[in-house]
């Protein structure tokens, strides 16, 4: 994730979205469902709608929904609406994105309802997909292999020099790494943090850019002139995103020093910032462990600067010495499901520890903290 200091400002818009025509109706009966609609209120809430008759008492009213990410396991869930049983009924439910978390704009959801009455009888609507976009801007796309980048402010050249970014990104990790992509991503560019604010649930004011890697989507506020934090900013979040379909297995990911490492890695030079905190660390022989970095990194910011330059500083240290084969072997050990130590061994023949002396004489350091 990517930080930067914001205002927040959440703004709602609504989008209605079609109405499902029922796919059957068990037995002969006067059975029907009228309508099914759903209302995107995004990013706060979806409204799913259902309007239904019969000649008997409607006793049953289930909807069923699947939100549709990469996932070993396709999990629909079912809410039992509450109501009174009568022959004609209209009813609703509110999935409340504040108290469940929110959805990305350009992920969707897929649902349909079955219905009953008290003589058994059943009916089942078609299943419809909700695609969920931000209404609040008209968005425009460009589409390059499996990446597709939608804007709303600035012209086609802004688009286009992101776009050239966003390649030379996936093109520097292929050469680094061997990871490339291997389902197609969305990026959404806001033209702002705060307008990129707007589309979260709760964000933390900080947020310049997120990535959603179950759902293949990025989202970033970068303005048309701050290009130059925007390609980094680029850079940082689909490298994270590829590494993440490189590695996606049922059992475990990637140790933060490494996951983190290579996004650093990966937008080239070490800014001043990280660099003069790595270089204070060395000279005061106060450097973190790479076993600690495995773990999440401090909320404190010195400690989470460095913990990101020493990150960066692994992960090159490893490109450079041992090359792109060995590190595309060890992301692909990952993919396995092995423990961080298990990966390392296997590929470098060294554990977290091992790794953390050898890096360390690299930079002529001793001790550990």
Do not use: C
Not at 82 to 92: G, H, L, N, W
Not at 142 to 171: C, E, H, I, R
Not at 292 to 310: C, K, T
Request: glycine letters at 8%.
């Amino acid at each position: 994730m990517i930080k930067r200091s914001v205002f927040s400002a959440l703004v709602i818009v609504s989008l209605l979205v079609g109405v499902v025509i029922p796919l059957r109706v068990q037995a002969s009966s006067g059975l029907s469902v009228l309508g099914s609609s759903a209302e995107v209120n995004f990013p706060a809430s979806i409204t799913f709608n259902i309007s239904a008759q019969s000649d008997r008492d409607i006793t049953d009213i289930r909807l069923h929904y699947r939100v549709e990410h990469m996932a070993f396991a396709r999990v629909t869930s079912e809410v039992y609406i509450s109501f009174t049983p009568a022959r004609s009924v209209t009813e609703k439910w509110v999935w409340d994105m504040r108290k469940t978390g929110g959805l990305p704009p350009g992920s969707s959801v897929d649902y349909w309802w079955t219905v009953k009455d008290a003589g058994a009888n059943m009916a089942q609507t078609d299943v419809a997909r909700i695609n969920i976009e931000d209404g609040r801007y008209k968005w425009r796309s460009l589409t390059s292999g499996l990446l597709t980048l939608n804007w709303y402010s600035g012209d086609d050249a802004f688009a286009g020099k992101l776009m050239s970014v966003a390649q030379q990104a996936l093109d520097g990790l292929l050469k680094d790494t061997g990871a490339a992509l291997k389902e197609p991503v969305q990026m959404y560019i806001y033209a702002s943090s705060q307008d990129l604010l707007g589309s979260m649930i709760y964000p933390q004011e900080w947020t310049g850019g997120v990535t959603f890697a179950e759902y293949g989507i990025i989202a970033i506020g970068i303005g048309p002139g701050d290009l130059e934090w925007g390609s980094r900013a680029i850079t940082h979040e689909l490298t994270h995103l590829v590494i993440h379909q490189v590695i996606f297995n049922p059992y475990g990911g990637l140790p933060t020093w490494l996951d983190e490492g290579l996004a650093m890695h990966a937008e080239g030079a070490m800014e001043v910032t990280f660099a003069a905190a790595l270089s204070q660390a060395e000279k005061s022989h106060s450097l973190i462990s790479v076993r600690s970095l495995a773990s999440p990194f401090s909320a404190y910011s010195n400690e989470a600067v460095l913990a990101y330059a020493e990150s960066d500083s692994i992960v090159t240290f490893l490109i450079d010495k041992y090359g792109q084969g060995e590190m595309f072997d060890l992301l692909s050990t990952f993919a396995q499901g092995s423990s961080y130590d298990e990966a390392l061994l296997k590929v470098y023949g060294f554990d977290m520890d091992g790794l953390d002396g050898l890096w360390r004489t690299s930079l002529k350091v001793g001790s550990v903290s």
